[in-house]
């Protein structure tokens, strides 16, 4: 199972879309460490010079967080969930946007 932190940028200057991802940080979990039919937690280090997630007219920078099961001889399953970095303090930090 492999774990991404993907920050994706969506720019539209004059009508003329652009979308751009890049692959901030990535965490892997080896099959046979993996346990079936349970959660798993992970952790998956960010850094404070990130870009935070921002709108704009013209740009949107959002982080979106893709997890892959590596499927061998059979195409990979993949799922895609949004996420929002505030570049502030970390989870329970009362400085933390989302508690």
Request: glycine content about 8%; aromatic content about 8%.
């Amino acid at each position: 199972m492999r774990a991404e932190i993907i920050g994706y940028e969506h720019v539209a200057p004059k009508g003329h879309a652009r979308d751009a991802e890049n692959v901030l940080a990535t965490s892997y979990i080896e099959d046979d460490h993996l346990r079936r039919d349970s959660w798993m937690e992970m952790t998956i280090q960010t850094e404070p010079s990130w870009k935070s997630s921002f709108k704009t007219e013209l740009i949107d920078y959002t982080h979106r967080l893709k997890v892959t099961l590596d499927i061998p001889m059979r195409l990979d399953r993949s799922v895609v969930v949004p996420l929002r970095l505030s570049g502030r303090g970390g989870l329970g930090d009362r400085t933390d946007p989302f508690g």
